[in-house]
């Protein structure tokens, strides 16, 4: 299975912004939906945001629309999450995932992780 690598993350007061980015191969770049989910303590591993392998389709899990924003950047084989007003509610561990096609945004169709990156975001 392919490994992604994450970075970014860390403390942030709430309101404010973080950055996370998930560098992959350029094949599974170019060829997989590539995600972002979360997993707070004591909660399922959740859906968070995905970009479509052709650049095109972009989708978030509702809590986090006009906060969060992902994008992919063909330079790198990397997609990045930018998270805005940020609340503590978005603390989590992010991790980042690829699937060629996923029946559902759905951590059970993803096949490939990385292996995480902390999120904590303070009141």
């Known amino acids: 299975q392919e490994q992604l690598a994450e970075s970014g993350g860390g403390l942030v007061q709430a309101g404010g912004s973080l950055r996370l980015s998930c560098a992959a191969s350029?094949?599974?770049?170019?060829?997989?939906?590539m995600a972002w989910f979360r997993q707070a303590p004591g909660k399922e591993r959740e859906f968070v945001a995905a970009?479509?392998?052709?650049?095109?389709?972009?989708f978030y899990t509702t809590s986090v629309k006009g906060r969060f924003t992902i994008s992919r950047d063909s330079a790198k084989s990397s997609v990045n999450l930018q998270m805005n007003s940020l609340k503590p509610e978005d603390t989590a561990v992010y991790y980042c995932?690829?699937?060629?096609?996923?029946?559902?945004?759905?951590?059970?169709?993803?096949?490939?992780w990385g292996q995480g990156i902390q999120v904590t975001v303070s009141s």
């Open positions: 350029t094949q599974i770049f170019s060829t997989h939906v």
């Open positions: 995932a690829a699937a060629q096609s996923p029946n559902e945004l759905h951590q059970k169709y993803f096949d490939s």
């Open positions: 970009a479509h392998w052709s650049g095109g389709a972009t």
